[in-house]
């Protein structure tokens, strides 16, 4: 038993995954709802979640959601459809919550209050702009303790500071990054109550987890230069604190921080574009963090046994989204055809034949790099096509274009209606007119589909029908030779 005899500590491994171990652990994921689900946050939530589900701990959903202005209650549920999109399933036994910040207003005021009352906060009557003109003034970054020594009670418009320390210095012990030393003199006595009354986000966040039973803080490493005055603020209401984990922030190309504004980060748009869940979570989690072997995909279970803290790197980890979209197609490649067409179905129009569609399927999952893409490309089958007249200049101003057309209309008015007897036919009608056959699908392709690209083209011909497929191929003739 470790000294005291207080199970949950032991100092001795403080800063490793384990060490408040002696416990179950509980770990939490505490959004701020604003109205989309940003990925970095997905990939905090799923760190948590897999050392949560690997250590036999808790998962603990926290909505932080004090700042009143902001909040909505659909976005909540935003957030647990998001998670759950993502396998973080609220009936999973590990799950527990949510819980909304916002319900526990009493318990902040009331820590605070015993903080003031044991001498460890006080109350300050500067207003902002005194303060800015006093460091001015007295050449110091920000507030230096002014109203520490005036036995301030509470008032209108007082706020209740926090005591930091004024020398030596809070070591947080991360799991990430190791020991991160702060000099407590650059501690500012940070405000706990607003001057109407109101707790502020580092006093909530700290009660919360300790009311909470919270044994592990792993969170985006933006929050790091609050640690120092949680982990104080943890001390001063007499626990021990958590396990901390930082993680490196998402950047973009130009390594900036991800944002909303510069950068697709609302995992509902990957959603709707056709991502698969899975590969969105494999990912996230193998950026900045490498499963052990060769390759890069891996599935949930190997990551849930292998991930750790340890081994995730401290360099910010750049959210690559062409890199996304090739993992998205493996994922898509790595499904049954039964599983495509199903996943599919959402974004496949009411007027398509399903069965159509279906034994398309395997064509197209090999070309698509999102579900989403996959029902726009046989379009045409189930309707008149607009035309692409960049595709019909390009194929249709060769000098053979209309006597391959005739050949072909001539062939398929007979010709066994499968893709082989149609390949081999047009391919005879090419050959015979000296036609290179790299182009020569382009008349063909540009006149059933209104476009250069597309999928195979003569199993497409087959679910288009013969009638269907001639009487477009006779109305490009015949534009031909108007
Ligand atoms: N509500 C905070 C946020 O969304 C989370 C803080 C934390 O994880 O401690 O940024």
Redesign the pocket.
Known sequence: MPAGGDARRSPGRAGSVTHLMDAAPRF?????P?GYFHVG?AR?ALMNWALAKRLGGRFVL?I?DTDEARNRPEWVQGIIDALAWIGISADDPTFEGPYF?SANAELHVAAAERLYVEGKAYYCDMTPEEIQERAKAEGVPGYAGWSRDKGLGPGPGRVLRFRTPDDGETVVHDVVRGEVRFANSTLEDFVLLRGNGKPM?LLA?VVD?IEMGITH????E??LP?TPK?QLLWQALGHEPPVWAHVPVLVNQQRKKLSKRRDKVALENYREEGYLAAAMVNYLMTLGWSPKGDTEIVPWEVIEREFRLEDVTHSPAFFDERKLLAFNGEYIRAMSVEEFVAACEPWIPPHYDRAVFARMAPLLQTRVQTLAEAAPQIDFLFAEPAMDEAAWNKAMSQPWSAKLLDGVIEAYESVPWEAEALNEQWRRVAEALDVKLRLAQGPVRVAVSGRMVGPPLFESLVELGREETLRRLRAARARLEG
């Open positions: 939490r994921f505490a959004p701020s604003t946050g905090t926290r932080e910040q986000f966040n987890d803080v792993l969170r985006a933006e929050h609050n949680q």
